[in-house]
């Protein structure tokens, strides 16, 4: 099992629509939670992090379940600059804190 | 603002090559990493390193090397270049467990 799983998609929305994701990771002793972005061609950039009694930012809300071991991205009224790849990010709670990366789910945004 | 820097953003090698892929970070980051992303398989941890001269392996470091003879400074040496190598390769640095900030990536492709 990988450690950290996502549905790749994509996910065709439209304008101003509410897209979520689900990321499930297997170490219950994950400590650290985190969405990045990658935008096409582009490295991967810090979203936002996600704590265990949720947080918003802005559009973005991220939650996390431990009992179920999974977190989630919600992007409320979409736009075109939304089109890009989330990647779920678990910190593996090693003796170094190694991040594990998602392999992404791309987001498609249409006019 | 956070600044990492890779060497070159596309590079073509001749199998049996030896390549060196530099990274560069400008705001003084204990931590230092080398991942490849290939499609369906996400961000793949190859080494990273905790201070000057120290190293670790990650997840798939076989085939590789890494040199951090400086703070700022961290290299992935490719001892002979395969066609299985041919990826995109990304560095990172963070303070901590603080944000992880890439590199642009370099595209390398082996022939």
């Known amino acids: 099992r990988k450690e950290v799983e996502q549905d790749p998609g994509p996910f065709n929305v439209p304008e101003g629509a509410t897209v979520a994701f689900n990321c499930t990771y297997s170490n219950s002793a994950s400590q650290s939670f985190f969405w990045y972005r990658q935008d096409c061609r582009k490295e991967p950039k810090l979203l936002m992090s996600?704590?265990?009694s949720g947080n918003e930012d802005g559009r973005f809300t991220a939650q996390l379940n431990r009992a179920s071991q999974y977190i989630s991205l919600l992007i409320r009224d979409s736009k075109l600059s939304d089109s890009a790849t989330y990647l779920c990010?678990?910190?593996?709670?090693?003796?170094?804190?190694?991040?594990?990366f998602g392999t992404g789910t791309r987001l498609l945004v249409s006019p | 603002d956070v600044k990492v820097t890779q060497s070159s953003r596309y590079l073509v090698k001749r199998t049996g090559e030896k390549v060196f892929l530099e990274c560069v970070q400008d705001?003084?980051?204990?931590?230092m990493f080398w991942y490849r992303q290939d499609p369906g398989l996400g961000l793949r941890l190859i080494y990273f390193s905790y201070d000057v001269k120290m190293k670790e392996k990650g997840d798939i470091p076989e085939g590789y090397s890494v040199s951090r003879e400086k703070k700022e400074r961290f290299s992935l040496i490719l001892e002979s270049a395969s066609t299985n190598q041919t990826s995109m390769y990304l560095c990172?640095?963070?303070?901590?467990?603080?944000?992880?900030?890439f590199g642009p990536g370099t595209r390398l492709t082996v022939t």
């Open positions: 996600v704590y265990s």
């Open positions: 990010v678990v910190n593996a709670n090693t003796g170094f804190q190694k991040l594990v």
């Open positions: 705001m003084d980051h204990e931590n």
């Open positions: 990172a640095s963070r303070t901590g467990v603080g944000e992880q900030y």
